[in-house]
């Protein structure tokens, strides 16, 4: 089946640092790719969409200031979680859809820790 | 608007007992039914799904049937395994934007 990795799986910064968390599908081009939120013993949350070239569709109550995605490639997504606060310390999950509007796949997630 | 509820865990049972995980869900429309499972440390992954009433999906031994007359989508296994100690969610993707809901996860531990 179709592969998505995320680099790093996990990463501790410091409060006030940004961190870059990537998603790449392996084996196919992913025209869409969502980005998640696990908190935990909650479920998953959708932060945002991202379409390869266009700018990502944020859900409410999300901030795209401080939550930047970007799609620049059919294979590659980013987030970037932006002077990081303790409160951003979870589990992030990305997933990424073909363009026949298949099955979403998902990464295995990164865990970030914010001291 | 939709949604999916699933029994709340954690779930935990001796190896070889019968599993019963509930999902119900409120949707307009016939939307396809996932169920996802998440081992531990690792992402999603979808386990089985269902695209019309009354389909039955069916993976490693788990199994699911889409019931419209009950709205339900409830994942059975007839004998786990340690192996299968996971978090598990029922999901409702939203065909018109591809979002998916989820439930909120059932912990399942099994016992040796």
């Known amino acids: 089946g179709a592969v998505v990795s995320q680099h790093p799986s996990r990463v501790i910064c410091k409060s006030g640092t940004s961190v870059k968390i990537e998603c790449r599908s392996l084996?196919?081009?992913?025209?869409?790719m969502f980005w998640y939120r696990q908190f935990p013993k909650q479920s998953l949350m959708l932060m945002a969409t991202s379409n390869e070239g266009s700018k990502a569709t944020y859900e409410q109550g999300v901030e795209k200031d401080k939550f930047l995605i970007n799609h620049a490639s059919l294979t590659l997504s980013t987030l970037t979680v932006t002077s990081a606060h303790p409160e951003d310390s979870s589990f992030y999950i990305c997933?990424?859809?073909?363009?026949?509007?298949?099955?979403?796949?998902f990464g295995p997630g990164t865990r970030l820790l914010v001291l | 608007g939709d949604s999916v509820t699933q029994m709340e865990g954690p779930v935990t049972l001796s190896e070889e007992a019968f599993l019963t995980i509930n999902c119900t869900y409120t949707?307009?429309?016939?939307?396809?039914l996932f169920w996802y499972v998440q081992y531990p440390g690792e992402g999603l992954q979808l386990l089985l799904k269902a695209t019309k009433a009354d389909d039955k999906g069916s993976n490693k031994g788990f199994e699911a049937t889409y019931r419209k007359e009950t709205t339900s989508f409830h994942l059975e296994k007839g004998s786990v395994q340690v192996s299968d100690s996971a978090v598990y969610f029922c999901a409702l993707p939203m065909n018109r934007d591809d979002k998916i809901i989820f439930g909120k996860g059932t912990r399942l531990h099994i016992l040796p």
């Open positions: 997933s990424a859809q073909g363009p026949q509007g298949e099955t979403q796949y």
């Open positions: 084996d196919f081009q992913a025209t869409t």
């Open positions: 949707a307009t429309g016939y939307p396809s």
